[in-house]
């Protein structure tokens, strides 16, 4: 893979830079040489199958893992010449599960509130400013009718969305989203992607990043696509550039076809596919 050219600074209008950046772990590479740029305000997708290497990416943009190889700028920031407690305050991970959950039976409203603090409870007073916001941004989401309803007693697709509004109350400038639609419905899957979509076209949008297994979870809104495979850039680029039925055939081992209907991309295996499936061995 051709490698573009740098300059020796980070470049402003990149919210992410990585650069030949590898993750050495238990003897094996599970990323390797990975090269990917953000431009600022974008909304952009990780693409891969299982064990491709999306979540150990998110882990190092994120801060909370060490490349081996490799030098990571994030917000105009280089990695070991930032405090890296003070550059997630411009950052939110946003996770289906994480390792912190909010009090269940705060309600909705309170849950995005702490969202100013950063904390899992509300433990100091707020201002009208804050409680505005977060009034706005769960009427952005879709939950205007569930702000009294205690956290616990939201669906899994209130509970992300409910999440995601209480990211973006303290505006940050990076929004990373790992797997935000993994065990949903139909319906609660697209009020997700909806909600991504409405985040991005606000003014002052922060960039986007949307780590997912599958096409049909990239809204219009995502603009630049990095398929990794086994930890190594597979291919990126535009998404209809990238998103044909050769490149990702070989990606994830399946005979599939992709087609696209209004700024979607969907993916289609063959039943006759099937038996040939299972004859592979790993």
């Given at each position: 893979?051709?490698?573009?050219?740098?300059?020796?600074?980070?470049?402003?209008?990149?919210?992410?830079?990585?650069?030949?950046?590898?993750?050495?772990?238990?003897?094996?590479?599970?990323?390797?040489?990975?090269?990917w740029e953000v431009p600022a305000g974008a909304c952009?997708?990780?693409?891969?199958?299982?064990?491709?290497?999306?979540?150990?990416?998110?882990?190092?943009?994120?801060?909370?893992?060490?490349?081996?190889?490799?030098?990571?700028?994030?917000?105009?920031?280089?990695?070991?010449?930032?405090?890296?407690?003070?550059?997630?305050?411009?950052?939110?991970?946003?996770?289906?599960?994480?390792?912190?959950?909010?009090?269940?039976?705060?309600?909705?409203?309170?849950?995005?509130?702490?969202?100013?603090?950063?904390?899992?409870?509300?433990?100091?007073?707020?201002?009208?400013?804050?409680?505005?916001?977060?009034?706005?941004?769960?009427?952005?989401?879709?939950?205007?009718?569930?702000?009294?309803?205690?956290?616990?007693?939201?669906?899994?697709?209130?509970?992300?969305?409910?999440?995601?509004?209480?990211?973006?109350?303290?505006?940050?400038?990076?929004?990373?989203?790992?797997?935000?639609?993994?065990?949903?419905?139909?319906?609660?899957?697209?009020?997700?992607?909806?909600?991504?979509?409405?985040?991005?076209?606000?003014?002052?949008?922060?960039?986007?990043?949307?780590?997912?297994?599958?096409?049909?979870?990239?809204?219009?809104?995502?603009?630049?696509?990095?398929?990794?495979?086994?930890?190594?850039?597979?291919?990126?680029?535009?998404?209809?550039?990238?998103?044909?039925?050769?490149?990702?055939?070989?990606?994830?081992?399946?005979?599939?076809?992709?087609?696209?209907?209004?700024?979607?991309?969907?993916?289609?295996?063959?039943p006759g596919a099937w038996a040939s499936l299972l004859?592979?061995?790993?």
């Amino acid at each position: 893979m051709t490698r573009p050219a740098h300059d020796d600074q980070p470049s402003p209008a990149l919210a992410i830079r990585a650069q030949n950046v590898g993750v050495y772990r238990t003897g094996r590479w599970i990323l390797k040489d990975v090269d990917w740029e953000v431009p600022a305000g974008a909304c952009v997708a990780v693409l891969g199958p299982n064990g491709s290497g999306k979540s150990t990416l998110t882990r190092v943009i994120s801060g909370y893992l060490w490349p081996t190889d490799g030098e990571v700028s994030v917000l105009g920031e280089t990695f070991g010449e930032v405090n890296l407690h003070e550059l997630r305050e411009d950052l939110r991970l946003v996770q289906p599960t994480g390792l912190a959950e909010p009090d269940p039976e705060m309600t909705a409203f309170d849950v995005a509130v702490t969202g100013a603090f950063g904390t899992v409870g509300l433990y100091q007073e707020t201002s009208d400013e804050v409680r505005r916001e977060a009034k706005r941004l769960l009427e952005t989401v879709g939950l205007s009718g569930s702000m009294k309803t205690p956290y616990q007693n939201l669906s899994s697709g209130e509970h992300i969305r409910c999440l995601m509004a209480r990211a973006m109350v303290r505006k940050p400038r990076l929004l990373l989203l790992d797997e935000p639609t993994s065990g949903l419905d139909l319906l609660a899957r697209e009020q997700v992607l909806a909600t991504i979509q409405s985040l991005h076209d606000e003014d002052d949008a922060p960039t986007v990043v949307l780590i997912t297994h599958h096409l049909e979870e990239l809204p219009p809104a995502v603009s630049h696509v990095l398929v990794l495979d086994e930890g190594r850039v597979a291919v990126q680029g535009k998404p209809e550039d990238v998103l044909r039925s050769d490149l990702l055939s070989a990606v994830y081992r399946c005979p599939l076809e992709v087609v696209q209907a209004d700024g979607r991309f969907y993916s289609r295996v063959s039943p006759g596919a099937w038996a040939s499936l299972l004859r592979r061995h790993d």
